[in-house]
Nanobody, 125 residues
Framework: QVQLVESGGGAVQAGGSLRLSCAAS????????MGWFRQGPGKEREGVAS????????YYADSVKGRFTISRDNAKNTVYLQMSTLKPEDTAMYYC??????????????????WGQGTQVTVSS
């Protein structure tokens, strides 16, 4: 049974930073993608960033490139999302997700097998 537990969300002013963590328990399968998605008020869920375990290649949505950094600690089975220069439009529920194998299209949420419960990020102007 795979479980993903997010932490690190909160309220911050525009321009601030937050670091989200996602701790995975259970065997996910190797290689895998671990990523972050978000859903803002009245919006559809969208891919934010993902990292492929086999090559450690990182993928980002255009809206967060240069501001967010995804990383993973395989020994701790944890993935992180460092968010800097936050904007009000980054306000959303952030979800951690994991996908078995090489899914290719990292942004496609239907390809992810496991999901966390989410952590709220609120950015005020």
């Amino acid at each position: 049974q795979v479980q993903l537990v997010e932490s690190g969300g909160g309220a911050v002013q525009a321009g601030g930073s937050l670091r989200l963590s996602c701790a995975a328990s259970g065997y996910i399968y190797w290689p895998n993608y671990m990523g972050w998605f978000r859903q803002g008020p009245g919006k559809e869920r969208e891919g934010v960033a993902s990292i492929y375990s086999y090559t450690t290649t990182k993928y980002y949505a255009d809206s967060v490139k240069g501001r967010f950094t995804i990383s993973r600690d395989n020994a701790k089975n944890t993935v992180y999302l460092q968010m800097s220069t936050l904007k009000p439009e980054d306000t959303a529920m952030y979800y951690c997700a994991a996908a078995r194998g090489n899914i290719g299209s990292w942004w496609a949420e239907e390809k992810y097998n496991y999901w966390g419960q989410g952590t709220q990020v609120t950015v005020s102007s």
